[in-house]
């Protein structure tokens, strides 16, 4: 399956960590840039498209501005990006030039994909650049990406690229050489594991330990984001950057070096996999037993008569969590009405809203095809 899935793969994103390309001390490694950047090159030119996610900037702006310490204030990390990021893509326009390949860069923030309609503009961005042979070079905009704007770390944006884009394979690289069945710094015994079917609760606890010095990821954010993109049908690949060569030896077959993650079976429609995974949630609704069975196992729209509770302050068209008695999220979708109407509809029938609250515009709180059973 693994071995298949990678020569199949034609559209790949290749996410490359900060440790890989820079260090606080020695600022951007130019050497390490240049061969990745012939790597890539070697995998594009095995008839794939490649996208390019790359972290480093903070790391290497850090460098140049001469700071001691990984920034804790918010406008020293920005400034530090700012820096970074013109200096980073610097080396890879050099990198790639001298393989006659063309680059581009594209820096991202949350809100441009939580926006539909911003992120079917930046998909089309996206794939006129492939068609016309450029490795677009991504990063979150970190200069100006604030809090409730951010993706947090490249590991999540990589996922929401390979989904933005419809690959077939995200690569991560980094500094470790896969998912370990133990933490192998305290375990001489423990293995890597070559193919993982899927993301258990077993696996995310496996992944919790470990974390690399320089990215802000470490393994937990590489295995969330292999997770949510195995529901679109996409695959992960998290491989060892620092071994010469690895990358392309992968998809020529003659190496069976990192871990393979499986996509899922189920493919959820891109507008459904947006909903679920990159739209937060703004609010939620606990539900009764009814409606749990009647969207779960029925197939059904969400009604205002099986709320129990509603959480959060939103508005008509936010995403909201639904979850079971248990607290559990187990759903997430659209509303259709804000979070003070809720309050007002919630446990009644819709004869009894219209006699206590007047008609509606819409009978169901959250539609059908605006929801999405986690
Ligand atoms: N966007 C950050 C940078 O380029 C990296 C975030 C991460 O390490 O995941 O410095």
């Given at each position: 399956?693994?071995?298949?899935?990678?020569?199949?793969?034609?559209?790949?994103?290749?996410?490359?960590?900060?440790?890989?390309?820079?260090?606080?001390?020695?600022?951007?490694?130019?050497?390490?840039?240049?061969?990745?950047?012939?790597?890539?090159?070697?995998?594009?030119?095995?008839?794939?498209?490649?996208?390019?996610?790359?972290?480093?900037?903070?790391?290497?702006?850090?460098?140049?501005l001469?700071?001691?310490?990984?920034?804790?204030?918010?406008?020293?990390?920005?400034?530090?990006?700012?820096?970074?990021?013109?200096?980073?893509?610097?080396?890879?326009?050099?990198?790639?030039?001298?393989?006659?390949?063309?680059?581009?860069?594209?820096?991202?923030?949350?809100?441009?994909?939580?926006?539909?309609?911003?992120f079917?503009?930046?998909?089309?961005?996206?794939?006129?650049?492939?068609?016309?042979?450029?490795?677009?070079v991504?990063?979150?905009?970190?200069?100006?990406?604030?809090?409730?704007?951010?993706?947090?770390?490249?590991?999540?944006?990589?996922?929401?690229?390979?989904?933005?884009?419809?690959?077939?394979?995200?690569?991560?690289?980094?500094?470790?050489?896969?998912?370990?069945?133990?933490?192998?710094?305290?375990?001489?015994?423990?293995?890597?594991?070559?193919?993982?079917?899927?993301?258990?609760?077993?696996?995310?606890?496996?992944?919790?330990?470990?974390s690399?010095?320089?990215?802000?990821?470490g393994?937990?954010?590489?295995?969330?984001?292999?997770?949510?993109?195995?529901?679109?049908?996409?695959?992960?690949?998290?491989?060892?950057?620092?071994?010469?060569?690895?990358?392309?030896?992968?998809?020529?077959?003659?190496?069976?070096?990192?871990?393979?993650?499986?996509?899922?079976?189920?493919?959820?429609?891109?507008?459904?996999?947006w909903?679920?995974?990159?739209?937060?949630?703004?609010?939620?609704?606990?539900?009764?037993?009814?409606?749990?069975?009647?969207?779960?196992?029925r197939?059904?729209?969400?009604?205002?008569?099986?709320?129990?509770a509603?959480?959060?302050?939103?508005?008509?068209?936010?995403?909201?969590?639904?979850?079971?008695?248990?607290?559990?999220?187990?759903?997430?979708?659209?509303?259709?009405?804000?979070?003070?109407?809720?309050?007002?509809?919630?446990?009644?029938?819709?004869?009894?809203?219209?006699?206590?609250?007047?008609?509606?515009?819409?009978?169901?709180?959250?539609?059908?095809?605006?929801?999405?059973?986690?």
């Open positions: 399956m693994r071995d298949q899935l990678l020569k199949q793969a034609r559209r790949v994103v290749v996410k490359i960590g900060s440790s890989l390309v820079a260090s606080r001390d020695s600022g951007l490694r130019a050497d390490r840039i240049d061969r990745l950047a012939g790597e890539m090159s070697a995998v594009r030119s095995s008839g794939r498209e490649v996208l390019l996610v790359s972290s480093g900037a903070i790391v290497s702006g850090i460098q140049k001469g700071l001691k310490a990984y920034p804790k204030s918010l406008p020293v990390k920005q400034a530090a990006a700012a820096v970074g990021q013109s200096r980073l893509m610097w080396a890879y326009e050099k990198a790639f030039e001298r393989l006659d390949q063309k680059v581009a860069q594209i820096l991202l923030t949350h809100q441009d994909l939580a926006d539909r309609r911003r079917m503009n930046s998909r089309h961005t996206l794939t006129t650049l492939i068609e016309f042979g450029v490795i677009p991504i990063n979150e905009n970190d200069t100006v990406a604030v809090d409730e704007i951010r993706f947090g770390d490249n590991d999540t944006l990589a996922g929401q690229v390979a989904h933005l884009v419809d690959a077939d394979l995200l690569v991560i690289l980094s500094d470790v050489d896969g998912l370990f069945s133990d933490d192998p710094r305290r375990n001489p015994s423990a293995t890597l594991m070559s193919v993982v079917p899927e993301i258990t609760k077993d696996i995310e606890r496996r992944a919790g330990v470990s690399s010095f320089e990215g802000t990821g393994m937990a954010t590489k295995i969330q984001a292999a997770k949510k993109v195995a529901e679109y049908g996409v695959a992960t690949l998290i491989l060892n950057g620092e071994t010469p060569g690895l990358l392309p030896a992968v998809f020529e077959g003659t190496s069976q070096a990192g871990t393979f993650i499986l996509p899922r079976g189920r493919r959820l429609t891109s507008r459904k996999h909903i679920a995974f990159t739209l937060r949630a703004k609010g939620k609704l606990a539900l009764d037993d009814g409606a749990v069975e009647a969207l779960v196992r197939g059904k729209s969400l009604l205002p008569s099986g709320i129990v509603v959480s959060g302050q939103f508005g008509p068209g936010d995403a909201v969590a639904c979850t079971d008695r248990h607290g559990k999220e187990f759903a997430k979708g659209l509303v259709n009405f804000s979070s003070d109407t809720l309050e007002r509809m919630k446990g009644l029938k819709t004869a009894d809203i219209q006699k206590s609250i007047g008609a509606q515009e819409y009978e169901e709180v959250i539609h059908r095809d605006n929801l999405v059973i986690l």
